[in-house]
């Protein structure tokens, strides 16, 4: 079974600062997908970003950008140039790769993200 | 285009009550996932349904329950409710098996007292 952990359950930053949130992954799959959600007080779980493990190059999305280290299992997310809108829970995800069959999510428990004026 | 649609958005029932919570992906997608949010269990899954066949489950009693109808729409329903049920309840969308952006509704938040 596959296990995801975010060991940072609250952080806040300034606006206009980097911050860096970690998520490491367990599994014994070699082909799978990780991902960053973004759950704003709306409740709406919106994709920040996704990463395919085969691929070696670091996944980028605008502000937000991904280090990951498919060796040590860890999953980071840094959100450069944080907006007052960044204020949300952010949650690791991991998906293994099926070209068949039911697509699950495994999820952390969540960063909560506070971005202050 | 439209997103997710949960209905309803909130929910109050009574323990021993069963209640049905809607999802309507969106239009094109044929795979329709849930997940049950809980401030102590985090997000866990609970089914997901493919062309009106349950292809997975997760570690869920049989209170647990779901369908998919032809046109996609999905519904789960828990019967028997306990003050544990209480949650947010996310239905999540995707195009196709090969497809793994997987995109949200705004959830159901079921109150069970």
């Known amino acids: 079974a596959q296990t995801v952990t975010q060991s940072q359950p609250e952080m806040s930053v300034q606006e206009a600062e980097t911050v860096t949130l970690s998520c490491t992954y367990d599994t014994s799959e070699n082909n799978y997908y990780l991902f960053w959600y973004k759950q704003p007080p709306s409740r709406q779980m919106i994709l920040v970003i996704r990463?395919?493990?085969?691929?070696?190059q670091n996944a980028t999305e605008n502000r937000f950008s991904v280090n990951f280290q498919k060796a040590a299992k860890s999953f980071s997310l840094k959100i450069s140039d944080s907006q007052l809108g960044d204020t949300a829970m952010y949650f690791c995800?991991?998906?293994?790769?099926?070209?068949?069959?039911?697509?699950?999510?495994?999820f952390g428990q969540g960063t909560r993200l506070t971005i202050n004026p | 285009k439209a997103g997710v649609t949960q209905t309803p958005r909130y929910l109050i029932k009574t323990r021993g009550q069963q209640v049905t919570l809607s999802c309507s992906p969106i239009s094109g997608h044929r795979s329709v996932s849930w997940y049950q949010q809980t401030p102590g269990q985090g997000l866990q899954f609970l089914f997901e349904y493919f062309s009106e066949t349950q292809r997975n489950k997760g570690n869920f009693p049989g209170r647990f329950s779901g369908r998919q109808f032809s046109n996609s729409r999905s519904e789960m329903n828990v019967s028997t409710l306990e003050l544990g049920d209480s949650a947010l309840y996310l239905c999540?969308?995707?195009?196709?098996?090969?497809?793994?952006?997987?995109?949200f509704g705004q959830g159901t938040r079921l109150t069970v007292v």
């Open positions: 995800a991991f998906m293994k790769h099926v070209t068949q069959g039911a697509q699950k999510l495994v």
């Open positions: 999540a969308s995707s195009l196709a098996v090969l497809n793994t952006e997987a995109f």
């Open positions: 990463q395919e493990a085969y691929k070696q």
